[in-house]
């Protein structure tokens, strides 16, 4: 079995570069495509082949934060944003004591 490289491809009409990947299986239900693709907007060659890198790395992020599950937050955390959203609303300062 051979192992197939990632490379961008060429548009024959225009001769853009473009990058196309298939959305692992996993993801397909979340993405809804089988298949990403995206103008690399170049015609040269070895710009090309250095925007698919990035355009590729930017896709392994998206697809691993599909792939995260959100953690739940401790009670101590989930007080102390109720906090900070009290302040927000009410327009008072965090540290500021009242007296009645």
Known sequence: MALIMLKPVKDLKSGIFYIRVRVPADLFAVIGRAEVSKSLRTR??????ERFAAEYAILQKRWATLRARPEPLPL??????AGRVYHRVMGVKPNSVTSC
Request: no cysteine.
């Open 44 to 49: 040269e060659p070895l710009e090309a082949k």
């Open 76 to 81: 101590k955390q989930i007080v102390s944003l």
